[in-house]
């Protein structure tokens, strides 16, 4: 259990720090990851960035500060990272609506994000199937999106990116998976980055593992010599993202692995399916 145990005392740094400068390097090393895996995981577990979520905190309690009638709104702009008023009174408004002198009054409606903490849920028992798996580089020759995460939602939507390849061209896609194992269409998800605005980008990939070359037509992702966590997953796509979170919340922490720098997939065939997570032994 050290994964959440580390998370949450990434938690308690984030907290005793909300009013300073917070090193995000110090919370990643906190949760015995580096500060990119750090960013995801905690991105997957909880739904938003982690520049979003200290952004909330900071204006949870920029509100209760504000009650003091004698501290100055420039002073509680500066104490939460703000370089000036403008600009912290906008992010006030955004998150509670109002602006900053009208959440002096008492009877203001104002809103509070607390603080987030990790435990780990048995649930069931439900089983899942997986195995470990150290595959040789490999090429993914598909449809390339740069997708933005705000608030959870990404831009453009999954089901947009999907319904924007024609029929002909998922065909022509998934004829050109040419392993032994014929794995179909794959989902890439990789190079995700977070912005100081709470915000989060990353490269997704729609096509093939293929060893046959491509025409300008498609982008190709070459992935490098890797140890793989594959997952079997029956289902729709919500039973998918479910599984998705299971490894997350319930394996990932109860197991002798951690997360190592590479992309996820999703490899899917006929309501069949297999996550693959880049992973990598504890030390």
């Not at 979520?53 to 509680?76: E, F, G, N, S």
């Not at 703000?82 to 600009?87: E, G, I, K, L, T």
């Not at 409606?109 to 649930?123: G, V």
């Not at 997704?204 to 060893?211: E, H, P, R, S, V």
Request: hydrophobic content about 35%.
């Amino acid at each position: 259990m050290d994964m959440l145990k580390g998370m949450n005392d990434s938690l308690s740094y984030i907290e005793d720090n909300l009013d300073s400068h917070i090193d995000l390097e110090e919370v990643a090393k906190r949760a015995y990851c580096s500060e990119h895996h750090f960013k995801r995981l905690f991105s997957l577990l909880s739904g938003i960035t982690i520049s979003e979520y200290i952004r909330r905190r900071r204006l949870t309690l920029a509100a209760l500060d504000l009650k003091d009638q004698h501290v100055k709104v420039i002073d509680i702009a500066i104490k939460y990272g703000y370089q000036s008023p403008d600009a912290f009174s906008r992010a006030f408004q955004g998150f509670h609506g109002v602006i900053p002198s009208l959440a002096r009054n008492p009877e203001q409606n104002l809103k509070a994000y607390p603080r987030m903490s990790f435990q780990l849920t048995i649930q069931g028992g439900v089983e899942m199937n997986y195995r470990i798996v150290e595959k040789e580089p490999f090429q993914v020759v598909g449809v390339k999106y740069s997708v933005e995460m705000a608030d959870g939602e990404l831009s453009p939507a999954y089901e947009d990116m999907i319904t924007a390849i024609s029929d002909s061209k998922m065909n022509e896609l998934e004829s050109m998976s040419d392993t032994e194992e014929r794995y179909g269409i794959v989902h890439v998800s990789v190079n995700y980055n977070e912005s100081a605005e709470g915000k989060a980008t990353f490269d997704q990939y729609i096509g093939a593992i293929t060893t046959k070359e491509v025409t300008d037509a498609y982008s190709t992702l070459e992935i490098p010599s890797l140890l793989w966590a594959i997952f079997e997953v029956d289902g729709d796509w919500q039973q998918i993202e479910e599984h998705w979170q299971r490894i997350y919340s319930e394996w990932l922490p109860s197991s002798s692995y951690e997360l190592a720098e590479g992309p996820e997939m999703l490899a899917s065939k006929d309501r069949k399916s297999e996550i693959w997570i880049s992973v990598k032994k504890k030390d």
